[in-house]
C-alpha cells in the first residue's frame, strides 16, 4: 500500500473523531488517519466542564432527543448505536469510573478530562490509528470514488472521509469552522450559524418603565431556582424553558439562558417569572396577605413569598412604589402591576456573547443531506460526518460531548462494515 493510501481518513481528533477511529479501526486490519491542525488533541474536551468533563447525561434516550432544540430526532439512530448508558460502561470497562452530579450530570469519578482525552487516545494506539498533529487539511477533493485530502503540503488518499472538525466556538482550540467549507465544497448546504450555549447582555428591563435604560449591575449574583423564561420576538411568544436562571453584571445566564441561547437574538425580550404560581393565584394570594397582614411593609411581604430582596427592590422602583410603603396602602393599579412584573419582567437582549464565550454552536451541516442511520453524506457517498459540524448542538448537562460520540460510533461502525 503507498505510503500516503489510507482505508479512512477522519479530519479533526477531536471526541468525535477520536471514537470515529477507535471504531472504525477495531480489528486493526485497516489503515485509517487522523489529521489533526494543532499539535495535540481534544482541546475543547479538556476544557469541557471546566475541565471536569460532562461527559453524558443520566436520562432516558427518550428525553435526550429533546435536548437538542428541533433536531434531537435525527439522532434516534445514533443513540440506538451508542447511548449515554453505553458510554458509561464503555468507560467502567476501560477503568474510568463515573459519578453522577446534580440534575443527572456525569462526570468521571477523578472530575479530570485529562482522563478522557488519554482513553481516548490509548485506545487509538492499540487499534493501530495513526494521528498526524500539525496537520491542517486545506481541501477535501472528490475523484472517481476516492478522496484527495490535502494537508501541510501533503496529499493523502482514502475511499472514506469522515469530517469531524467541530463548530466555531472557542476558535482557539482549533475548531474555527474549517469543516462548513470542505462540507460546502461537497455540495452541502450550511444552516445559519450562531453561538449557542452562551450567556446575554440584556438591558435593564423595561425600556416603557424606565426611559434610557441601564444596565442592572446591583442584580449580579442572584440566582433564581427553576425560573421560567419566555422568549418573546416581534411581540409573539417564541419559546418558554425552565430552569435556573443567574443574573451576570451585564445581563443573564445560568442554565436555562444558555439552554434556550441558540434562539435569542439582539432585540428579542425575555419574560422572566420570579413566582412559580399563575398571575391570579399569586394575586389572589398577595390580596389575602396584604388584608391579614396590612400593616406590613410590602417589600416584606413580597421577600416572605421567597422572591429575593434585590429582585423585590428592583420591581418596586419599576412599579415607582415606595419601599417603605405598608401593603394595605397598595391600591389596584400598582398590585397589578407589581404582580405582573414578578410573573412577567421583561428583559430587552441587547446582545448575545460571541463565539469566544459560547460553548456549542448553532447550526452546520444541513441535516437532510446526512444519512440519519449512518451518518454517510446523501450527496457525496464515502464523506461521512460526525460530532458539532452537523447542524447539532445540545443543551447544558452532556448532551453534545454524548452526541459527538455516539455520532462518531455510528459513523465508525459504518465505515467498519463497509471494509469488510
Ligand atoms: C468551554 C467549553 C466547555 C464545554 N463543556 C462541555 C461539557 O461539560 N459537556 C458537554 O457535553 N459538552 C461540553 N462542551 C461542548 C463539547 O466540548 C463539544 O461539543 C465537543 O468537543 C464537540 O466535539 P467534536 O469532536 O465534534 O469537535 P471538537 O472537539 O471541536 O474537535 C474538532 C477538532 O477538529 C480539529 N480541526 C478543525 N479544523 C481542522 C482542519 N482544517 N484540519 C485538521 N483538523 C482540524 C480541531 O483542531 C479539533 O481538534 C464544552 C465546550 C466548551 C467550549
Redesign the pocket.
Known amino acids: 500500500m503507498p505510503e500516503n493510501l489510507y482505508d479512512a481518513i477522519i ?7 477520536l471514537f470515529c477511529a477507535i471504531t472504525c479501526s477495531k480489528d486493526k486490519n485497516h489503515r485509517v488517519l487522523v ?4 499539535n495535540t ?5 479538556l ?4 475541565g471536569s ?4 447525561h443520566s436520562g432516558s434516550i427518550k428525553s435526550f432527543v429533546q435536548k437538542y432544540g428541533n433536531n434531537g430526532s435525527f439522532l434516534r439512530h445514533a443513540f440506538a448505536a451508542f447511548s449515554n448508558n453505553d458510554l458509561i460502561e464503555y468507560l467502567n470497562n476501560n477503568g474510568i469510573n463515573t459519578i453522577e452530579a446534580d440534575n443527572g450530570k456525569i462526570f468521571p469519578e477523578s472530575m479530570k478530562a485529562g482522563e478522557i482525552l488519554d482513553l481516548l487516545l490509548r485506545k487509538c494506539n492499540e487499534s493501530g490509528v495513526e494521528i498526524m498533529y500539525g ?4 481541501e477535501i477533493l472528490r475523484d472517481k470514488g476516492s478522496f484527495r485530502v490535502r ?1 501541510s503540503g501533503k496529499t493523502f488518499l482514502s475511499r472514506y472521509c469522515v469530517i ?4 466555531l ?2 476558535p482557539g ?4 469552522g ?2 462548513f467549507r470542505f462540507s460546502g465544497d461537497q455540495g452541502h448546504t450550511i444552516t445559519e450559524l450562531t453561538p449557542a ?1 452562551t450567556p446575554v447582555k440584556t438591558s435593564t428591563t423595561i425600556d416603557a418603565l424606565t426611559p434610557g435604560s441601564k444596565p442592572i449591575p446591583e442584580l449580579s449574583g442572584i440566582t433564581i431556582k427553576n425560573a421560567s423564561v419566555t422568549l418573546n420576538r416581534n411581540n409573539r411568544k417564541f419559546v418558554t424553558y425552565t430552569g435556573d436562571l443567574l443574573f451576570t453584571h451585564d445581563g443573564l445566564s445560568g442554565p436555562v439562558i444558555l439552554d434556550m441561547s441558540r434562539y435569542i437574538n439582539p432585540g428579542d425580550t425575555l419574560f422572566v417569572s420570579f413566582i412559580h404560581s399563575s398571575y391570579e393565584s399569586f394575586e389572589e394570594e398577595f390580596i389575602l396577605k396584604s388584608r391579614n397582614e396590612g400593616k406590613r411593609m410590602v417589600k416584606n411581604l413580597l421577600q416572605s413569598s421567597g422572591v429575593p430582596e434585590r429582585i423585590v427592590q428592583m420591581i418596586l422602583d419599576l412599579s415607582r412604589i415606595p419601599h417603605d410603603k405598608k401593603s394595605s396602602e397598595i391600591n389596584r393599579e400598582e398590585r397589578k402591576k407589581l404582580v405582573s412584573l414578578l410573573r412577567d419582567c421583561p428583559f430587552t437582549v441587547t446582545s448575545k456573547d460571541g463565539f469566544n464565550v459560547a ?2 454552536t448553532h447550526g452546520g451541516i444541513s441535516l437532510e443531506e446526512i444519512n440519519m442511520r449512518t451518518m454517510e453524506s446523501k450527496l457525496a457517498p464515502g464523506l461521512f460526518f ?4 452537523m447542524d447539532i448542538d ?1 443543551d447544558t448537562g ?7 460520540f455516539s455520532t ?1 460510533k455510528l459513523a465508525g461502525d459504518t465505515i467498519y462494515r463497509k471494509f469488510r
Open positions: 479530519i479533526g481528533a477531536g471526541p468525535a473523531g489529521l489533526e491542525k494543532m488533541a481534544g482541546r475543547k474536551l476544557l469541557s466542564g471546566s468533563c460532562n461527559i453524558t496537520h491542517k487539511v486545506h494537508a469531524t472538525t467541530g463548530g466556538s472557542y482550540t482549533g475548531s474555527d474549517d469543516g450555549l460553548m456549542a460526525a460530532g458539532e459540524v445540545g452532556g448532551y453534545n460531548l454524548q452526541a459527538a462518531g
